[in-house]
Structures are given as C-alpha cells and as structure tokens.
C-alpha cells in the first residue's frame, strides 16, 4: 500500500484525505469481517472528530488564530537560534566551536526539532531549555557566541505566546482541540489503520480487500498530486510576488 507523506499536507489536506478514507473504509465489507480493523477505524474517528474540531475552532475564534500566529513565531526564532549555532560550529574564532557545541547539547537533550511538538510540550520544553542558556554555564556560552539576541528573541517570542494561552484560558469554551494536539493522533491512527488493512490484505489475499488497497491507493496517488502542485504553485507564487516594504 502507498504511504502518505503527512508532512506536506496541510490542515485542510490532512482533513480531506482522512473523510475520505474514513468514507471509503466505512463503504467497504473490511468492517465485517472479524479482522479487527474496526477497532483501529474506531480510534481515528475519534481522532477525526477531535481535529474536525480543531479546524472549526481555528477558523472561527481570532484568539486562536493568534496563538497559532504566536507558535509559528516561536517556532521561528528557536530555529533561527538553531541555524545560527549550526554556522558557529565552523567558525574559527577561539572557543566558539566548543560553545556551540555545548549549547546544541543542550537544544538535543530537549529536541532538535521540538518546534514540531504539541503546544504544551514546545512550551515545556522551550522553558527548561531558557532556564539553561539564561544561566551558567550556558550562559558564557551564549554570550561569547553573541546569542544573547537570539535567545531574547526565543523568550519574548515565548512569553507572548503563553500570556495569549492565558488569555484564551480565561475565556469558557466547550472547545479545546487545538490543531497542534489533535493533528498528530489523527495521523498516528491513519497510519495504524492502513497498516493493518495492508497486513491483513497481505494475510489473507481476499479479493474484497485487494479491491480495498486498490482503491486507498487511488484515492492516496490523487491527493498527493493535489497537494504537490498546490504546494509547487504556493511556492512559486511565494517567489514572484515582490515583498512590500
């Protein structure tokens, strides 16, 4: 069976192609067979439901909005630090490399790529690590790289973040999916469920569920195209469109 990439769906992608393999599974004979495989169909409904949720809730509350906004602007300036400390290691200067090299041990022990996390994960993650690079011996560190801007820049970004999750919490909502928490189940339990059908398709070589694969694979071939071009026009227009200063 295909593999989706996740990673170049969007939101509204990911939405798209999980109603569909939910319709299309739910329109085949594979949830009665005694296979199992409802109990899988089962959880990422669950998880659909929660990021269906999420996507209404993103669309329709600005304070949300803001929040994402805020995320993205953390997330930026922790990978501009991490880029920054990347250039470092080269450098020539006396003790730079040795800096770098202890303050990227600190970024690994809490995650190269924790900007990917879940908002209250990040959020963890991102203060254990400033309590670090704001104390020794990290601190010298930063500061004989000349990081300290950098790093104000993670921690403002920071800040304003979590002061608009205090904001938000002081609003009542019945609705508290966020995208961030809810997109990643969801795609944990697409792929948990597709493996399963290719296993027992594998298994057993019944001819319903060869048609089954046969059919996700179609669906999966066409939104994946979809997704590539749309992705190739977004960047292309990204590139003509001059910046207005």
């Known amino acids: 069976m295909r593999k989706i990439p996740f990673t170049i769906f969007s939101n509204n992608a990911l939405y798209t192609i999980a109603k569909d393999l939910i319709a299309l599974i739910e329109n085949s004979q594979i949830l009665t067979m005694g296979l199992g495989v409802e109990v899988f169909m089962n959880l990422v409904k669950i998880a659909f439901t929660n990021f269906q949720n999420a996507l209404m809730r993103n669309a329709t509350d600005p ?4 929040i994402d906004n805020a995320d993205q ?15 470092c290691l080269y450098s020539q200067e ?10 990227n041990n600190s970024i690994e022990r809490y995650g190269k790529e924790l900007y990917k996390y879940g908002y209250a994960e990040e959020t963890a993650a991102l203060k254990n690590l400033l309590k670090e690079l704001t104390s020794e011996p990290l601190l010298s560190s930063v500061s004989k790289l000349e990081g300290t801007r950098w790093v104000d820049s993670i921690k403002t970004n920071q800040t304003n973040f979590e002061n608009l999750v205090l904001q938000r919490a002081s609003v009542i909502s019945t609705n508290n999916n966020t995208l961030a928490d809810s997109r990643k189940p969801l795609v944990i339990g697409l792929r948990n469920l597709l493996n399963m059908i290719d296993l027992q398709q594998q298994a057993t070589n019944k001819p319903e569920l060869t048609i089954l694969v046969e059919q996700i694979n179609n669906l999966i071939a066409k939104d994946v195209s979809s997704v590539r ?5 977004a960047d292309n227009k990204s590139v003509e469109e001059p910046s207005v200063n």
Request: aromatic share 12%.
């Open 73 to 87: 602007l953390r997330d930026a300036s922790f990978i501009a630090f991490k880029k920054y400390l990347e250039a």
């Open 94 to 103: 006396e003790g730079w490399q040795q800096a770098a090299q202890q303050i």
């Open 229 to 233: 071009i749309s992705n190739s026009l």
């Open 63 to 66: 304070l949300t909005v803001a």
